[in-house]
């Protein structure tokens, strides 16, 4: 018996919170009048935030001149996106609770390659690079949901997976929704913006409702691109497999595809000490 997704979140006994100052920057990606003096004080508020966000920012990955002692420095050393960027993925990554058989270090690392992937091709096509980055970080926390509320259910579903079998096929037939649908639901619970929703929720199949949603195009790729990697597959190989009608949807074509997507593939996630 399939289940639906209020039966997925009412086995949730307590669903993840993110820290409020996460909430209120995810919610003002769109606002042209965001105001960062604010937002610094309520992060260097959240110490757990500020220790992490500060520990990378001095990382040899930043490779700064100088040691950075406040989220302030960090803000005139890197920029006010980059900051954004730190306090929004170490917010999620803090929330979210060690499972028994799910490698919840391995999803946030795909989740952050998805991310900066969507990112580059939202970028691209000119589109807003924070909330395509955003979209494709969340867009597979339904999986993490799933593992949470239906832990035999997901289980089973990964064994499908391991076996060749397509994650969003064996999940619609296996609960009725894929993980994708449960991610929106998560974001429309934590009262995120519609855009950021949508384009999470259709990232599953940006093109099902006729008219491309560009934003999911962007995710839905990201995390194509993200998945292959992850299987070790060549640039080669992704560029020959890739899902050109998507890729279309964002007005890139096929000759783009061929001369710039290998920069692409070559980018490092600038997040991954976070879950070290």
Known sequence: MPASINQ???QIHQLPQIPEVVRTIVKQLNDPNFHMPQIVKDVEKEQVITLKVLRLVNSAHFGLSRKVGSIEEAV????????????IASGFVGSFPKLANFDLKQFWRTSFRTATHAGWLATQAGLQTDIA??????????NVLIHLGLPSEANEIDQHVKA???RSDIELRR???????ASAELCRRWKFPDDLTQAVEQSA????????????CA???????????????SSDQIIKAFPLTVAEGLSLSADF??????????LGSDLDELID
């Open 8 to 10: 997925l979140f009412d």
């Open 76 to 87: 005139t050393m890197l920029g006010t996106n980059q900051l954004k960027t730190l306090v």
């Open 133 to 142: 980055y955003t979209a494709g970080l969340i867009a597979d926390l339904g």
């Open 164 to 166: 060749g079998n397509s």
């Open 175 to 181: 609960l009725g929704f894929v993980t994708p649908t």
């Open 205 to 216: 199949d940006p093109l099902a409702s006729g008219t491309p949603n560009r934003l999911a």
């Open 219 to 233: 995710v839905f790729l990201g995390r194509f691109t993200a998945n292959a990697l992850e299987a070790n597959q």
């Open 257 to 266: 595809v061929q001369s710039r997507l290998h920069e692409m593939l070559e």
